[in-house]
């Protein structure tokens, strides 16, 4: 049975830190890239960060524009990390946590926010 499950997500005050976890489970995370992907009330899903697969053959680490330099994503066995400093108002959104297989690169994943099993998602607040 497979699952994704995100935790971490929560109420910040501006410039404050988090960081989100990926617990995945009934498949092999190691054969799959990861993505972060949010979405605010009234917007469109977008791609937050995109990690390939441990064997790096999906390109290099895609970050959005908007998180550049503040948001860093992670790996390790079964599950995937977004930690997320210098945290602004325009970051509050539900975050989203998909495994996939890129048809050809991460940035690509992220650009269309694509992904095979996803996650519930977890509500990251920012405001004063």
């Known amino acids: 049975q497979v699952q994704v499950v995100e935790s971490g997500g929560g109420s910040v005050q501006p410039g404050g830190s988090l960081i989100l976890s990926c617990a995945t489970s009934?498949?092999?995370?190691?054969?799959?890239?990861i993505g972060w992907f949010r979405q605010a009330p009234g917007k469109e899903r977008e791609g937050v960060s995109c990690i390939s697969r441990s064997d790096g053959s999906d390109g290099p680490t895609y970050y959005a524009d908007s998180v550049k330099g503040r948001f860093t994503i992670s790996r390790d066995k079964n599950m995937g990390y977004l930690q997320m400093n210098s945290l602004k108002p325009e970051d509050t959104a539900i975050y989203y946590c998909?495994?996939?297989?890129?048809?050809?690169?991460?940035?690509?994943?992220?650009?269309?926010?694509?992904?095979?099993?996803w996650g519930q998602g977890t509500q990251v607040t920012v405001s004063s």
């Open positions: 009934g498949f092999i995370l190691d054969y799959y890239a």
């Open positions: 998909a495994a996939g297989l890129p048809t050809t690169t991460v940035q690509a994943m992220c650009e269309m926010t694509s992904g095979d099993y």
